[in-house]
């Protein structure tokens, strides 16, 4: 099996029946390919598609993008306009548009002070999303001091705390004493999640997109009583794909600027080892003009 979930490229050849795209449009491939006719596929969440036999991620249960080729669905592509790099439509699917569907259930605009848990690429795409949704005050935390440094250099957070016990009650110093309106965790640290769950204000909300891990809280002091609301969010749907990619472009805003670093196709070794450390932004593998060094 070939890995590589986050593709995005030009079609070179296509089979009989497509009915939108052909050679030579640029696509960004939407990582999970479902049945296409579920509930869930039906409203462009393949990423919740509940066939057993028909759905299959890309790099995980059919070959994905670390390869010279892809053989790709058309019901999975979505366009790619030229304002947009082959850098910036591959962070659309699982990085900015899992993003862009959390800040869309929880809404993001100028009366939101925002804290961010965990600044890896996740969490970056977060601050830069916060930012162009009006914002008034984005709060970042992570226990990496490039990844902390690398969002001021972008100016993706106003403030950064390292991860710590005091996290609380220094974001709430920050925030006049009443906590963030938005909490965003991209961390799945079980100790991050409690503190953007704590560290948010009454009537807040929070959304979890970090996977994997845990979280321990008490139900009626951490959210029964100050009336807080905790959404979970998966990925996104093919349509609101779309929705992002047009605003990236009218938003003038470019994912690839949270790329750290570029491997050819025959690095990726290395990629992966700079990646598990976890001491740089986004990390992505490139072809031909996209193969340039930062």
């Known amino acids: 099996m070939i890995a590589g979930h986050e593709p995005c490229g030009q079609i070179v050849k296509t089979g009989p029946g497509c009915r939108r795209f052909g050679v030579g449009d640029r696509v960004i491939v939407y990582h999970i390919s479902g049945c296409g006719v579920c509930n869930d596929c039906r409203r462009g969440y393949m990423i919740s598609c509940t066939s057993e036999k028909y759905r299959r991620a890309y790099g995980w249960q059919r070959d ?25 439509g591959a962070q659309v699917a699982c990085g900015f548009g899992t993003v862009y569907e959390g800040l869309m259930k929880i809404g993001i605009s100028g009366n939101d002070t925002v804290l961010i848990t965990g600044l890896g690429p996740v969490g970056l795409a977060t601050g830069a999303l916060c930012r162009k949704l009006g914002a008034h005050r984005i709060i970042g935390i992570d226990v990496i001091e490039e990844r902390l440094q690398l969002a001021l250099d972008l100016k993706l957070c106003d403030e950064v705390l390292r991860s710590g016990a005091d996290n609380v009650g220094e974001v709430r110093q920050l925030t006049g004493g009443h906590g963030v309106e938005r909490a965003v965790d991209c961390s799945a640290n079980d100790a991050a999640r409690a503190t953007a769950i704590r560290a948010t204000r009454k009537w807040g909300r929070i959304v979890m997109l970090g996977e994997g891990g845990r979280v321990e809280f008490n139900p009626s ?59 740089c932004g986004k990390v992505a593998v490139c072809f031909d003009e996209e193969l340039k060094t930062r």
Do not use: C, N
């Open 64 to 88: 994905g993008g670390m390869a010279d080729y892809l053989l790709a669905e058309e019901k999975d592509l979505i366009y790619l306009p030229d304002e947009l790099s082959y850098t910036d």
């Open 221 to 279: 002091p951490d959210i029964i009583h100050d009336q807080k609301t905790i959404f979970g969010s998966w990925v996104t749907s093919t349509w609101l794909m779309e929705e992002l990619v047009e605003r990236l472009v009218s938003w003038e805003l470019h994912p690839e600027a949270l790329v750290t670093h570029r491997f050819a196709l025959g690095q990726v070794d290395q990629a992966y080892a700079l990646m598990a450390a976890g001491r």
